[in-house]
C-alpha cells in the first residue's frame, strides 16, 4: 500500500480512521449518564470497583478503578494493558457505526487504575487468569456502570484436560447479558473471549472421549424485566 500510494497518504488515512473513532465514540458519551459506579465481587472477597464520569462539555470520560482491591497472590491479576483492552471493547461496542477496532477510541477515555491493584499488578506477580477470567469481570462491571447491560458470565468457561500425548483446551458458550429493551442471547461466546467450541465430531475423533450430552441448560439464566439467556 505503501508503494502504492505513498507514505504520506498511507499516514494520512491511517489518522482520518483515528479521528473518526475518536469522533464516534465523543458522540456515545454524549448520550450517555454523566455518573456510574459498580462493584463486582469475586467468590474470595477480591472486587473490582469502577466508577465513571462523564464530562458532556468536552465529551470525555474518566475510567477510574479506584477501589479495586490489591493485588494478589494467585494468579487473577490482570496486567493494565488487559483492562485497558477491556475499556476499548466496551466502548466500541456501543458505536453503532461501522467503523473499524483502533487507539482512536481511546483518545476520548481517561483510565485509570491504581498501581499494585488487581488491574494493575506490580511486577512479577502471576497473571496467567487475568486475561481468561478478570478480563469478562472487568466488561460486566463496565457495562453494569454504564447502565446498558447486564452481566455475562464473568468467565470463560475454561475447560481444559490432557496428559503426554492429548492436550485439550477450549472456552464454553454461556449466556450474553439483557438490556433496556432486549433479551440475551443464549449460548454464544461473549465480550473477551472470541473463540468457537470444538464441533461434537472433530472432538470425538480426535481425542479418546465420548461426549454424552451437548445441549443449552434450560433455566440457567437470571431473572429480569428483559429475558435472560441460557449457556450450555
Given at each position: 500500500?505503501?508503494?502504492?500510494?505513498?507514505?504520506?497518504?498511507?499516514?494520512?488515512?491511517m489518522?482520518?480512521?483515528?479521528?473518526?473513532a475518536e469522533?464516534?465514540?465523543?458522540?456515545?458519551?454524549?448520550a450517555?449518564?454523566?455518573?456510574?459506579?459498580?462493584q463486582?465481587?469475586?467468590d474470595?472477597?477480591?472486587?473490582i470497583?469502577v466508577?465513571i464520569?462523564?464530562?458532556?462539555t468536552?465529551?470525555?470520560?474518566?475510567?477510574?478503578?479506584?477501589?479495586?482491591s490489591p493485588?494478589?497472590?494467585?494468579?487473577?491479576n490482570?496486567?493494565?494493558?488487559?483492562?485497558?483492552?477491556?475499556?476499548?471493547y466496551?466502548?466500541?461496542?456501543?458505536?453503532?457505526?461501522?467503523?473499524?477496532l483502533?487507539?482512536?477510541?481511546?483518545?476520548?477515555?481517561d483510565?485509570?487504575?491504581?498501581?499494585?491493584?488487581?488491574?494493575?499488578?506490580?511486577?512479577?506477580?502471576?497473571?496467567?487468569?487475568?486475561?481468561?477470567?478478570?478480563?469478562?469481570?472487568?466488561?460486566?462491571a463496565?457495562?453494569?456502570?454504564?447502565?446498558?447491560l447486564?452481566?455475562?458470565?464473568g468467565t470463560?468457561n475454561?475447560?481444559t484436560?490432557?496428559n503426554?500425548r492429548y492436550?485439550?483446551?477450549?472456552t464454553?458458550?454461556?449466556?450474553a447479558?439483557?438490556?433496556?429493551?432486549?433479551?440475551?442471547?443464549?449460548?454464544?461466546?461473549?465480550?473477551?473471549?472470541?473463540?468457537?467450541l470444538?464441533?461434537?465430531?472433530?472432538?470425538?475423533q480426535r481425542?479418546?472421549?465420548?461426549?454424552e450430552?451437548?445441549a443449552i441448560r434450560?433455566?440457567?439464566?437470571?431473572?429480569?424485566?428483559?429475558g435472560a439467556?441460557?449457556?450450555?
Amino acid at each position: 500500500m505503501v508503494e502504492h500510494y505513498g507514505s504520506d497518504v498511507v499516514q494520512a488515512y491511517m489518522g482520518h480512521v483515528q479521528d473518526n473513532a475518536e469522533a464516534a465514540v465523543r458522540r456515545v458519551l454524549n448520550a450517555l449518564p454523566e455518573h456510574g459506579r459498580f462493584q463486582y465481587p469475586f467468590d474470595d472477597g477480591t472486587k473490582i470497583v469502577v466508577h465513571i464520569t462523564i464530562d458532556k462539555t468536552t465529551r470525555s470520560a474518566t475510567i477510574d478503578f479506584a477501589g479495586t482491591s490489591p493485588q494478589q497472590p494467585t494468579n487473577f491479576n490482570a496486567p493494565f494493558s488487559v483492562c485497558r483492552a477491556a475499556v476499548l471493547y466496551v466502548f466500541r461496542t456501543l458505536v453503532h457505526d461501522p467503523i473499524p477496532l483502533n487507539e482512536g477510541c481511546l483518545r476520548p477515555l481517561d483510565i485509570r487504575a491504581p498501581k499494585g491493584s488487581l488491574l494493575n499488578p506490580d511486577y512479577h506477580a502471576a497473571v496467567a487468569a487475568g486475561n481468561v477470567e478478570t478480563s469478562q469481570c472487568v466488561t460486566d462491571a463496565l457495562f453494569g456502570a454504564l447502565g446498558v447491560l447486564a452481566a455475562a458470565q464473568g468467565t470463560m468457561n475454561s475447560l481444559t484436560f490432557g496428559n503426554g500425548r492429548y492436550q485439550y483446551y477450549e472456552t464454553i458458550c454461556g449466556g450474553a447479558g439483557a438490556g433496556p429493551g432486549f433479551h440475551g442471547a443464549s449460548a454464544v461466546h461473549t465480550h473477551m473471549t472470541n473463540s468457537r467450541l470444538t464441533d461434537p465430531e472433530i472432538l470425538e475423533q480426535r481425542f479418546p472421549v465420548l461426549l454424552e450430552k451437548f445441549a443449552i441448560r434450560k433455566g440457567s439464566g437470571g431473572v429480569g424485566a428483559s429475558g435472560a439467556a441460557m449457556g450450555w
